[in-house]
């Protein structure tokens, strides 16, 4: 599912990321947040031009999106899950 969503963030699916994510999910990034799926799918979207830079890991021993800029993780987002949808990220830079 992290795959998919990667893909879909690269891509620019909007609809495919709606299909990944629970409706009340919940994006946070230190003290921002955005809640529903609409709101969350348009900051993955966002997110797009940093998304090739992305690839599928583990942080924590849980499924991760690692963002390596010039051989450096600098950004991470881990995933909590509900069902076969995700309900809540958690960007860290």
Not at 17 to 39: H, N
Not at 58 to 80: K, N, Q, Y
């Amino acid at each position: 599912m992290v795959g998919a969503f990667l893909a879909a963030s690269r891509e620019g699916g909007f609809d495919a990321l709606l299909d990944l994510l629970d409706p009340d999910v919940t994006a946070r990034a230190g003290d921002f947040r955005v809640r529903g799926a609409g709101a969350v799918a348009r900051q993955a979207l966002a997110f797009s031009h940093r998304a090739r830079h992305g690839r599928v890991g583990l942080v924590a021993g849980a499924p991760a999106i690692l963002v390596t800029v010039r051989g450096r993780v600098t950004t991470t987002i881990t995933f909590e899950f509900k069902g076969s949808r995700v309900a809540a990220l958690t960007i860290t830079n």
